[in-house]
């Protein structure tokens, strides 16, 4: 069965500091990759998504970016993180070639607080 | 127009009663539709997906959808305090698209 990993569970950063995510998904080749972000009362809003290697597209323009160094592999960055980057962020991966007929899975999140 | 909204505030049943959250969505061409359940401080988890016209259950979950009207719901039938949670409704075209949640409070 698949399963997908994301880390750290929570983190606590200050303003200006590098930022790092990673998620991981077994269990399944090439599937689509996403990374979502949850602001406190507000709704899940895209940030990223990769439908292979190196293939990146960009949501919402921010000072946040994405890659994709392995086919399992997510990671999203930032060099110098602001007070509104704060929220929960979310990965998220499903089956490749099956358009929006799979769903997403979530993986478990990480909790960015920016101080 | 939001691509799929999700109005209703708070929703609060007794135990036992059926919860009732509704959901609309703009995109005519959309074909798929999912719902989550997100408990608080946790990561949204799929209860539910629902394809075509008509009704489809699970246990005590009960999807509907509606492409004439553009409107999936979801019943939640003899309610748990387990439920209480935010439920999540998704759906679209070119890219999957999720309201805002509904909070459901299930009182004992």
């Known amino acids: 069965s698949q399963t997908i990993h994301q880390w750290p569970a929570t983190l606590v950063q200050p303003v200006g500091s590098p930022l790092s995510l990673e998620c991981t998904v077994e269990g399944t080749s090439n599937p689509n990759l996403y990374w979502y972000r949850q602001a406190a009362g507000r709704g899940l809003q895209l940030l990223f998504y990769?439908?292979?290697?190196?293939?990146i597209s960009s949501e919402v323009p921010q000072n946040l970016s994405a890659s994709r160094p392995q086919d399992r592999q997510f990671i999203l960055s930032s060099k110098k993180l602001l007070l509104s980057d704060s929220g929960f962020y979310l990965c998220?991966?499903?089956?490749?070639?099956?358009?929006?007929?799979?769903?997403?899975?979530f993986g478990n999140g990480t909790r960015l607080t920016v101080t | 127009q939001k691509e799929v909204e999700q109005n209703s505030g708070p929703l609060s049943v007794p135990e036992g009663a059926i919860a009732s959250l509704n959901c609309t969505y703009s995109d005519r061409g959309s074909q798929s539709f999912f719902w989550y359940r997100q408990y608080s401080g946790k990561s949204p988890e799929l209860i539910m997906s629902?394809?075509?016209?008509g009704d489809k259950e699970d246990g005590r979950f009960t999807a509907q959808l509606n492409k004439a009207s553009q409107y999936v719901s979801l019943l939640i039938r003899d309610s748990q305090p387990s439920d209480s949670a935010t439920y999540l409704c998704?759906?679209?075209?070119?890219?999957?698209?999720f309201g805002k949640g509904n909070q459901v409070v299930v009182i004992p």
């Open positions: 629902i394809y075509s016209n």
């Open positions: 990769s439908v292979g290697i190196g293939q």
């Open positions: 998220a991966w499903t089956q490749s070639g099956t358009g929006n007929n799979s769903p997403l899975h």
């Open positions: 998704a759906g679209g075209n070119n890219r999957l698209a």
